[in-house]
């Protein structure tokens, strides 16, 4: 096995006229949770598909465990585990024998068959619920056996796509435990998602895709580091005319704005308060510069407000649309 869990070459992939992955770059390590992060039409599933030897690459190279996806595809499939955006079940069958089903179709039987089974539906919380059938389970419920089912041969890569669409707060909260407890195991996985809280609340790095091509990967932290907006706000009694012009001087200011408002005094009376509004690519360098600056010409701040890029913000500044469509 190469040092390599997926390496992802010059990958692209046509449908028809349309070109939905336009020449994909990266590697992802053994262990690693690795976000897939983009809006709708954005060549996620695509990319999903290929990885799991559903669809052939129309050009480029993709390895698994250095096996190649389309040459060595039969092999591959004993290695990964798939959890579809669409969920795959049998809507007349059981919870356990939907399990079972899937378990007998990778080639479990018996005992060993019957004592997966039960540790899945343990691991996704729907043990007394085992003997119904699945058409009486709610969305979430569904999207948790569904997860079971891409775990059922102990695969060593797990590709989630979107596991979160349509699922209930508990649901999701128990998902969320699963797929912590696997990472915690030393499993691969990729998580697809358009949800970016999602992505930088759980992704070692993460992917932003757009249009078929890969725009940025690195760390959420790095990404919002490198490339989020932010905002400082500063409230002030008095405004300096030297301070506007001295902040927008700084390397990543982009823009200061200053507006004079009305907020209620100690006494009941109205006092006005100017607030500058500081957009930055760097909040915190930019935080401690205007500090620095602020007591240099002795102005007294009465507010600091600081509001924290995000990973939707390195999106839009990326692409210049909203992940959220
Ligand atoms: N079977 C298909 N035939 C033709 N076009 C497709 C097919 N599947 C996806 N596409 C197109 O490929 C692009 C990427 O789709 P998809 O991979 O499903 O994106 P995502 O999962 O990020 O929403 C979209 O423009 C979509 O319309
Ligand atoms: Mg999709």
Not at 28 to 37: K, M, T, V, Y
Not at 104 to 114: V, W
Not at 282 to 294: A, F, K, N, Y
Request: hydrophobic content about 40%; glycine content about 8%; charged content about 25%.
């Amino acid at each position: 096995m190469g040092p390599h869990m997926v390496k992802v070459l010059d990958l692209i992939r046509r449908y028809g006229e349309r070109t939905a992955l336009k020449g994909l770059n990266f590697e992802i390590a053994p262990g690693e949770l690795f976000g897939l992060l983009g809006p709708n039409g954005a060549g996620k599933t695509t990319l999903i598909n290929v990885l799991a030897t559903l669809l052939k690459p129309t050009s480029g190279h993709v390895t698994i465990r250095s096996m190649d996806v389309v040459r060595q595809a039969k092999e591959i499939k004993h290695f990964i585990g798939i959890v579809p955006q669409e969920i795959a079940l049998y809507s007349t069958l059981s919870a356990r024998e939907n399990l079972g089903f899937y378990g007998r179709m990778y080639g479990l039987q018996g005992l060993e068959l019957r004592n997966r089974v039960d540790e899945l539906l343990e691991m996704i919380k729907l043990s007394d619920r085992r003997n119904e059938r699945v058409d009486k389970f709610s969305g979430g419920m569904k999207r948790r056996l569904n997860l079971a089912i891409g775990l059922v041969h102990r695969p060593t890569l797990l590709l989630l796509d979107e596991p979160m669409v349509g699922v209930d707060p508990q649901s999701r909260n128990h998902i969320l435990e699963n797929i912590q407890a696997l990472k915690a195991e030393g499993m691969t996985m990729i998580y697809t998602t358009h949800y970016m809280e999602e992505a930088e609340r759980l992704c070692d790095r993460v992917a932003i895709i757009d249009e078929g091509r890969l725009i940025a990967l690195d760390s959420p932290q790095q990404l919002v580091e490198q490339m989020g907006d932010g905002l400082i706000h500063i409230g002030l009694r008095s405004v300096d005319p030297g301070l506007i012009n001295t902040l927008r001087t700084l390397p990543r200011v982009r823009e200061v704005q200053c507006l004079e408002r009305d907020e209620p005094g100690e006494e009941g009376e109205t006092v006005s308060e100017n607030r500058i509004t500081i957009r930055t690519d760097q909040v915190r360098q930019t935080l401690v510069e205007v500090i620095g600056i602020c007591e240099q010409l002795e102005i007294r701040v009465g507010s600091l407000e600081v509001l924290e890029p995000n990973l939707n913000s390195v999106f839009l500044q990326l692409t210049g649309k909203r992940l959220r469509k």
